[in-house]
């Protein structure tokens, strides 16, 4: 499991009406970061417009911190 401390939060998206992407990084044959983002059509705080875009969530194992993998994984999600 990338992101072992998640549990309530993957019940959480799992119950939302909104469009999600999922986004791993592979590095040697393991998953070692992820982000998660949705397209939210409810309330998103500081946003007056809607749909918007949020990031629920990005992880990164601690063994794989500092590379920039989680700025590549937000880079990709803007794309």
């Not at 998206?13 to 590095?27: E, H, P």
């Not at 044959?29 to 629920?56: H, I, K, Q």
């Not at 194992?61 to 794309?79: G, N, V």
Request: net charge negative; aromatic share 8%.
């Amino acid at each position: 499991m990338v992101w072992p401390e998640a549990d309530d939060h993957q019940v959480a998206i799992a119950s939302m009406k909104a469009d999600t992407a999922v986004w791993l990084v592979w590095i040697d044959g393991t998953a070692c970061g992820l982000c998660e983002a949705a397209l939210r059509r409810d309330y998103v705080n500081s946003c007056s417009t809607t749909p918007a875009a949020f990031l629920e969530g990005i992880y990164v194992t601690p063994d794989h911190r500092r590379r920039d993998i989680a700025r590549a994984l937000i880079q990709t999600m803007i794309a």
